[in-house]
Each structure stands twice: as structure tokens, then as C-alpha cells.
């Protein structure tokens, strides 16, 4: 239990610094994921939602409430409070929790399997994963609790299509639990669904306005490809970046006409509800490339990975980052032979919530 502001002050401190350092390994992107520390019986302190981890500040780290999930001050708590609140509830001896959205460990959270049995060196590890539910609702929480009673002696378990929820009795307990459950991911990813891909961005042609002009990062890009980027824009005036994405996930996908569905959350949410690898992605005339559509912010090229869309650089790179992410869940659900897509329907609820509640925090942040 925490004594006096000194100490909630410091517990704060050591929030944004658990959180920095987990973005910094790439276990949170964006402003995906959340961490908290319990305070004492009654309340636990979380980061909140929407905010840039490095825009965080002492002032920013939320107090809530364990049995009603009330809160303290102005800021909006992270919406996934309610897994924190159910874990604290449910395991005493936790004091430390982290939902992260890692790659390997997500991308396995696709497959449609209860339980990951895995090793990390020569240490058996066993990974539960919880069934999915939409973010926030009441069904999460009931999940989340069905998965910690099953299994009282894991530190963490799989969110399915979604994350991870890692705990401990510290900080320390729980990031070596996110780190352990990403390794083990990883194995099972290369042994089991012969998929040994590493994630990543690698660039091909990019672009971004200025001025109303376009800018090619490589001053000898193709005039094949300056047409697409040039429809890209004419197309989608709210784009202002464009990330060539040819990583080895996003080609294997790009190889063959696809249609990728969801498998992720948080592809559902930046990059879209549905997005096609089209067999004639110019279109009838050869010149229309039909695939640029509203609120899809991915263009895949046939045979040349996928066009990323941004309204800055660091939009299109998450989009990017995200769509390599989810090529490598669809390559290792086609590989093991059966995964568990997300329903339209889901997908839509998250897209729109996500496009709502982000279009509200750019102008919070201008401001
Ligand atoms: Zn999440």
C-alpha cells in the first residue's frame, strides 16, 4: 500500500517510465496498450487514453476506483481500465499490470487455439488466451476473469485478435512476462505455423505533399509508381504521406489477390474494415486503380507490397507498422490452416470508435 503524495507521485513517475520503456521495445505502439500499479486495496493508478506515451506527464496518470471504476480529475482513464480493475479483483497478489498490443504474441491470439504451449530456452512456457470480446465491454471483463481463474499460476495470458494482459508483483515481474510471452510467441510462430518472419517496416518509394506538390523521398521513382501515389492523393485529400511498406510479410501477402479481413483490433481500427489485394488493380482502363477507397488506409500493389496512408509521418508509419503486423497473422493463420477473424460487424464498431474518439484527441492536443 502507498502512503502520502510523495509515494503516488513516484508511482506515477515509474508508470510513464514502464511505459516509455515498453514502447522504446516495441511492445506498445501508438497509443495502444496500458499500464497501471494498484495503490492500495481500494484504487490503482493507469495511464490514459489517447495520449502519446512520450506526451505523458505525472499529472496525466489517472487514479480509479477498483469496484465502481470511478476516477479522479479530468482525464479520461484508458478505456481498458475494466480488465486492470478485474485483475486486481481477482489476484491479490498483483500490483503491477501491462496490456500491451506485441506482435508475436498477438499475432498467435489469431489462430484460434485456447492455449499456447511454447518454450523460451529450455523453460516449457504454457500461455493461455482468453476469447475475444469487443474493448471495454462487459464481455472483455468476463473473459479476462474466466482466463485468470483457469489459470492461477500464469502471469499473464493472450487477449485474442487484441494483446496481452501481463502482471506481477512489480514492474519487473510483469514486463519479463511480456518479454517471455513474445519469445515463446515467436517460437511457436516458426515451429508450428512455419512462419519466421521479422516484423518490421522496409521502405520502397515514398512521398508526401508540399505545398500542393508532390515530394518523392527517391528523386528517381518510376513513373509506374508516381501514377499510383498521384491517384492516392487526387483520391484522398486527407492524406499527406504515403509509406511504400515491402517488408517480407506485407510482399507475401501482396503476391497473390487476397482478401484480407481483419484479424487484429488494431488493424480494424487504423487500417480498415476490408482490404483487397486485387487481381487487376488498375482497373479496366489500366489507369484507375481501384482500390484506393474512404477510410482504407492501405493500397496494395500486386506483387509490391502495400501503399500506407497518413495525414503526417507518423500516421503513416503506424499504419505501416500495423499492416506488417497483421501480414504476418494472415500468413501464419493460412499456414496453421484455421484462425479466428473478427466479424464485420466488430470491425466496424471499432473502426468508427476509433476514427471518432481520434479525430476528438488531435484537437485536444492542438489545443
Ligand atoms: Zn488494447
Given at each position: ?38 495503490i ?83 523453460e ?40 496481452t ?18 519469445v ?16 518490421g ?105 502495400a ?11 503506424d ?10 497473422a ?38
Amino acid at each position: 500500500m502507498l502512503q502520502g503524495n510523495e509515494e503516488i507521485l513516484e508511482a506515477k513517475k515509474h508508470i510513464i517510465e514502464v511505459a516509455r520503456e515498453l514502447h522504446e521495445i516495441g511492445l506498445l505502439v501508438r497509443t495502444w496498450g496500458n499500464v497501471s500499479q494498484r495503490i492500495d486495496d481500494k484504487s490503482f493508478l493507469i495511464t490514459p487514453s489517447g495520449i502519446k506515451y512520450e506526451d505523458l506527464t505525472a499529472d496525466m496518470i489517472v487514479k480509479v476506483n477498483i469496484d465502481d471504476l470511478s476516477y479522479e480529475g479530468d482525464i479520461l482513464p484508458s478505456t481498458e481500465k475494466c480488465v486492470h480493475a478485474a485483475c486486481y479483483k481477482e489476484r491479490e497478489d498483483v500490483d503491477f499490470i501491462i496490456h500491451t498490443h506485441q506482435v508475436y504474441a498477438s499475432c498467435v491470439g489469431t489462430l484460434g487455439i485456447k492455449k499456447v504451449f511454447s518454450y523460451l530456452d529450455d523453460e516449457d512456457v504454457e500461455i493461455p488466451v482468453a476469447a475475444f470480446a469487443l474493448p471495454g465491454s462487459e464481455k472483455l471483463v468476463e473473459n479476462t476473469v474466466k482466463a485468470i481463474k483457469k489459470f492461477p499460476d500464469c502471469n499473464g495470458f493472450i487477449m485474442s485478435n487484441h494483446g496481452t494482459l501481463c502482471f506481477g508483483k512489480n514492474s519487473k515481474e510483469a514486463i519479463y512476462e511480456a518479454e517471455k510471452m513474445e519469445v515463446a510467441c515467436n517460437n511457436f510462430l516458426i515451429d508450428v505455423c512455419k512462419t519466421d518472419i521479422k516484423h518490421g517496416v522496409e521502405f520502397g518509394f515514398n512521398s508526401h505533399l508540399e505545398n500542393g506538390e508532390i515530394v518523392y523521398d527517391i528523386p528517381d521513382t518510376p513513373k509506374r509508381v508516381r501514377h499510383i501515389h498521384e491517384l492516392i492523393y487526387a483520391k484522398r485529400k486527407d492524406v499527406k504521406y504515403i509509406i511504400h511498406n515491402k517488408s517480407e510479410a506485407v510482399m507475401t501477402v501482396s503476391r497473390r489477390a487476397n482478401h484480407m479481413r481483419p484479424l487484429l483490433y488494431d488493424f480494424a481500427q487504423l487500417i480498415g474494415v476490408s482490404v483487397k489485394v486485387p487481381s487487376n488493380e488498375h482497373g479496366k482502363d489500366g489507369m484507375s486503380y481501384h482500390n484506393i477507397k474512404k477510410n482504407v488506409n492501405v493500397v496494395f500493389s500486386l506483387y509490391d507490397g502495400a501503399y500506407c496512408l497518413g495525414a503526417s509521418y507518423d500516421d503513416a508509419m503506424d499504419v505501416a507498422d500495423v499492416l506488417d503486423k497483421g501480414c504476418i497473422a494472415h500468413v501464419a493463420v493460412m499456414r496453421h490452416g484455421e484462425g479466428h477473424f473478427l466479424s464485420l460487424l466488430e470491425c466496424l464498431k471499432m473502426n468508427r470508435f476509433y476514427r471518432k474518439s481520434y479525430s476528438k484527441r488531435s484537437e485536444i492536443v492542438k489545443k
